[in-house]
């Protein structure tokens, strides 16, 4: 079975401090993995996925298949960073859906 | 503010009543998907529907229904049988296939038990 875990329901850190959001997952099949991001008041979107290896308001998140994590990161946070995170999983080539993780609150302070 | 419309906003329901929850989207995804979100739990599976006329349980289907009649309408009942319904639900769509995993979430149903 494919799970994901998140440690940390909530996480602060100061404006323009460094931030890392955790993510380990469990599978043992070639998994595909996202952020997803709800800000106050909005919708729940797709903030980036592993395989467009691409950053995205400044965060980015590399794949570590040895340690199967999925690390958030952004050098230098912003306030406006202050959302609910999850990290979620599906299985490469499979008609499973995504598997999420109970979410990380990051609020950052001015 | 288009692409999914989840209705109503909150919901009520009575014991042993049996409620439906709308989701209407206007993005021609081919899949749509109900969860549930629980404080502390994250979100969790609990119908998929990756064509009309088709769909598969997730991993807390029982006490709930869906239909897919309609390509953009995935409307989910939640039953007499679901024993603690109260919670917050999300209906999201994606395109299907390799896109599978880029979905759209609406505005969400807030369940209440009176």
């Known amino acids: 079975a494919q799970r994901v875990t998140q440690p940390e329901k909530l996480l602060s850190v100061f404006k323009g401090a460094p931030v890392e959001l955790k993510c380990n997952y469990s599978y043992s099949g070639s998994p595909e993995l996202f952020w997803y991001v709800q800000y106050s008041r909005q919708r729940l979107q797709l903030l980036l996925r592993h395989i467009s290896r691409e950053s995205i308001k400044g965060f980015t998140a590399d794949l570590n298949k040895g340690e199967t994590s999925f690390h958030l990161k952004k050098p230098f946070a912003q306030e406006e960073d202050s959302a609910m995170y999850y990290c979620a999983l599906s299985s490469l080539g499979s008609a499973r859906q995504l598997t999420f993780g109970s979410g990380t609150q990051l609020t950052v302070l001015p | 503010d288009g692409g999914i419309t989840q209705s109503p906003k909150y919901l009520f329901r009575k014991e042993g009543q049996n409620v439906t929850l709308s989701c209407e989207q206007n993005?021609?995804?081919?899949?749509m998907y109900w969860y549930r979100q629980d404080p502390g739990q994250g979100l969790r599976l609990i119908y998929y529907s990756q064509i009309v006329n088709d769909f598969q349980k997730g991993d807390i289907a029982e006490g709930y229904s869906v239909s897919r009649e309609k390509k953009e309408s995935f409307p989910l009942t939640v039953t007499s049988a679901q024993k603690n319904p109260t919670a917050f639900y999300l209906c999201?769509?994606?395109?299907?296939?390799?896109?599978?995993?880029?979905?759209?979430f609406g505005a969400g149903t807030r369940l209440s038990v009176l």
């Open positions: 999201a769509s994606s395109r299907g296939g390799e896109a599978k995993n880029i979905q759209y």
């Open positions: 993005l021609n995804h081919d899949a």
